[in-house]
């Protein structure tokens, strides 16, 4: 923008003004040029309505009696996790007496004497043969520390080799005891997926 400043005694001279487009930033040349004032977005303020003061009484103590109500809540369930569904037991069967197994024929005592008896031998068996097991691990890992000891004194190639991590061992397949037996010919179904997955807020 070019401005012409007219005074008396004064000389004709352009003056040019530069002003950016930035708020409150103005460049200019000549402290008699023109420049524009900042942008004010402004409003007046529009005037509150006056509320009953039983009204503002009402809503505070019904926030309150809210909030209290929230605290009592979170005291009471100072552990609670977001529920899972998939694993939740229904309040009903918690009850001890609707859980309750009701033998039709009672057991007697030798059966009972029996019984702890068997638990205690196959208790017994088992902790022998863990330590059994314990026992052949522990010797082969002692030999196998020996061997690479002898290996690394003879050739530190060939020791390298050695304990080189192997891939041919991965993917590793493996198949364990079942708690139950498997069925011949068992025709196993294509089953059915229903996704019943609850989604909260913030997820």
Not at 76 to 94: A, H, M, Q, V
Not at 169 to 175: F, G, I, Q
Not at 191 to 198: F, K
Request: contains cysteine.
């Amino acid at each position: 923008m070019i401005g012409v400043v007219n005074m008396a005694n004064a000389v004709f001279r352009p003056c040019l003004c530069l002003t950016s487009n930035l708020r409150n930033v103005s460049t200019y040349t000549h402290p008699l040029c023109f420049r524009t004032t900042e942008i004010l977005l402004g409003e007046p303020v529009k005037k509150k309505k006056r509320l009953d003061p039983a009204v503002i009484k009402a809503r505070e103590d019904r926030n309150k009696r809210k909030i209290e109500k929230r605290i009592r809540f979170l005291e009471k369930r100072s552990n609670y996790f977001k529920p899972i569904f998939e694993i939740e037991t229904l309040p009903e069967l918690i009850e001890k007496e609707n859980r309750s197994c009701q033998l039709t024929v009672p057991l007697s005592e030798e059966d009972i004497r029996l019984r702890s008896s068997l638990e205690k031998e196959w208790s017994t068996y088992k902790r022998n043969q863990w330590l059994k097991d314990l026992h052949v691990i522990r010797s082969m890992m002692v030999s196998q520390e020996t061997a690479l000891k002898e290996l690394k004194v003879v050739s530190k190639q060939l020791y390298k080799k050695a304990v080189q991590f192997d891939d041919l061992y991965l993917p590793c397949n493996a198949t364990g005891p079942v708690h139950t037996p498997a069925i011949n010919n068992y025709d196993s179904p294509d089953g059915e997926y229903t996704e019943t997955t609850i989604k909260y807020p913030g997820e």
